[in-house]
T-cell receptor, first 111, second 114 residues
Framework: SQTIHQWPATLVQPVGSPLSLECTVE??????LYWYRQAAGRGLQLLFY??????ISSEVPQNLSASRPQDRQFILSSKKLLLSDSGFYLC??????????FGQGTRLTVV | GDSVTQMEGPVTLSEEAFLTINCTYT??????LFWYVQYPGEGLQLLLK?????DKGSNKGFEATYRKETTSFHLEKGSVQVSDSAVYFC?????????????FGQGTILTVHP
């Protein structure tokens, strides 16, 4: 069966520090991969999605970037975190004509 | 662009009460509609879905009907349990290979007391 792993679960980082969140999917090949963010008091917003290795689409302009170095690995990064980057980050995947499956999420607090 | 408007929360109910969480949407074409649930400390799980008008999605006693004429997908359950306490998200997508590109509502926090 397919599983999705996302880590770390919680993270506290100072302003200006770098960020790297990792997501991996097991049990499937060539999944579509997604990064979502939920800011405090707001709904989930799609940040990036990828339909293949090295293919990244950005949905909103921001201080973050994404990369897909391997078929089932999706990384969310920042060179210098801002206070406004705080939030709950969720990785998700879907196969052809299937619904999306989500990871457990990462709670990021920038201080 | 597409949007989802969801009932403001939080919602607090007693066990065995009837639940309705309203959800309306704006979208071009014919979106697929979803309800996701997030239990405390966990990621999102798909609760139910409907892919065309008049479809009814159901799971774990929850139901929602895709109403194209009112652009709505309200979530209902006849008798809630304490274990239903969670955050509920209404969402839509264009479907097909875009099933992961979801537009979410704000989320509704549900708390059920014994």
């Amino acid at each position: 069966s397919q599983t999705i792993h996302q880590w770390p679960a919680t993270l506290v980082q100072p302003v200006g520090s770098p960020l790297s969140l990792e997501c991996t999917v097991e049990g499937t090949s060539n999944p579509n991969l997604y990064w979502y963010r939920q800011a405090a008091g707001r709904g989930l917003q799609l940040l990036f999605y990828s339909v293949g290795i090295g293919q990244i689409s950005s949905e909103v302009p921001q201080n973050l970037s994404a990369s897909r170095p391997q078929d089932r690995q999706f990384i969310l990064s920042s060179k210098k975190l801002l206070l406004s980057d705080s939030g709950f980050y969720l990785c998700a995947w879907n196969g052809r004509n299937t619904e999306a499956f989500f990871g457990q999420g990462t709670r990021l607090t920038v201080v | 662009g597409d949007s989802v408007t969801q009932m403001e929360g939080p919602v607090t109910l007693s066990e065995e009460a009837f639940l309705t969480i309203n959800c309306t949407y704006t979208a071009t074409g014919y979106p697929s509609l979803f309800w996701y649930v997030q239990y405390p400390g966990e990621g999102l799980q798909l609760l139910l879905k409907a892919t065309k008008a008049d479809d009814k999605g159901s799971n774990k006693g929850f139901e929602a009907t895709y109403r194209k004429e009112t652009t709505s997908f309200h979530l209902e359950k006849g008798s809630v349990q304490v274990s239903d306490s969670a955050v509920y998200f209404c969402a839509l997508t264009a479907g097909g290979t875009s099933y992961g590109k979801l537009t979410f509502g704000q989320g509704t926090i549900l708390t059920v007391h014994p």
